[in-house]
T-cell receptor, first 112, second 113 residues
Framework: DQQVKQNSPSLSVQEGRISILNCDYT??????FLWYKKYPAEGPTFLIS?????DKNEDGRFTVFLNKSAKHLSLHIVPSQPGDSAVYFC???????????FGKGTKLTVNP | DAGVTQSPTHLIKTRGQQVTLRCSPK?????VSWYQQALGQGPQFIFQ???????QRGNFPDRFSGHQFPNYSSELNVNALLLGDSALYLC????????????FGNGTRLTVT
């Protein structure tokens, strides 16, 4: 049973346009959500996070939106750049737990 | 400022053998977690160490064990290797406490033949 789902294995966008990566979760006890970016042959790199008490968090070109009632979050990248091409993982954590639960990832390709 | 470092980068073992993977946390971090990432999957939590003790464990058999040393570095040991243990093993470090993002190393690629 997958508690964090990224239903799109891949996404392709043009440079300068918006990239929207989606993530759904089933565990209502999750209260902290993170996005990680992974390049080949490297470990995941922390990108941005959001607590369940918020519905939006912004950091430069990256914005994460959380819809608790729908158990859905999304990562917006504006404008997209070729260097953003990587695999993006959505992850979630329950309060009081140290365990991150990851989705399977979405491979983003930004075309010049 | 060195980030999380893992060794070795690649390893090939035979079924039934034992393996030890090593991790040094990012400077200033006191907590180390280990994750297994199979091909095409997201990382899966194995366990976390803080103050040299296992704080939390994921759904992995007892063949997977670990250790944390006084300098916060850590080892992951896997006994009686199975073909299904072939994966990328990721170490992550953080500060203990609420919602501290994990910083990952580049991983050890283990192949079991």
């Amino acid at each position: 049973d997958q508690q964090v789902k990224q239903n799109s294995p891949s996404l392709s966008v043009q440079e300068g346009r918006i990239s929207i990566l989606n993530c759904d979760y089933t565990n209502s006890m999750f209260d902290y959500f993170l996005w990680y970016k992974k390049y080949p042959a490297e470990g995941p790199t922390f990108l941005i996070s959001i607590s369940s008490i918020k519905d939006k968090n912004e950091d430069g070109r990256f914005t994460v939106f959380l819809n608790k009632s729908a158990k859905h979050l999304s990562l917006h990248i504006v404008p997209s750049q070729p260097g953003d091409s990587a695999v993006y993982f959505c992850a979630a954590m329950e309060g009081g737990s140290e365990k991150l639960v990851f989705g399977k990832g979405t491979k983003l390709t930004v075309n010049p | 400022d060195a980030g999380v470092t893992q060794s070795p980068t690649h390893l090939i073992k035979t079924r039934g053998q034992q393996v030890t993977l090593r991790c040094s946390p990012k400077s200033g971090h006191d907590t180390v977690s280990w994750y297994q990432q199979a091909l095409g999957q997201g990382p899966q939590f194995i366990f976390q160490y803080y103050e040299e003790e296992e704080r939390q464990r994921g759904n992995f058999p007892d063949r997977f064990s670990g250790h944390q040393f006084p300098n916060y570095s850590s080892e992951l040991n896997v006994n009686a290797l199975l073909l299904g243990d072939s994966a990328l093993y990721l170490c992550a470090s953080s500060f203990v406490g609420l919602n501290s993002p994990l910083h990952f190393g580049n991983g050890t690629r283990l192949t079991v033949t």
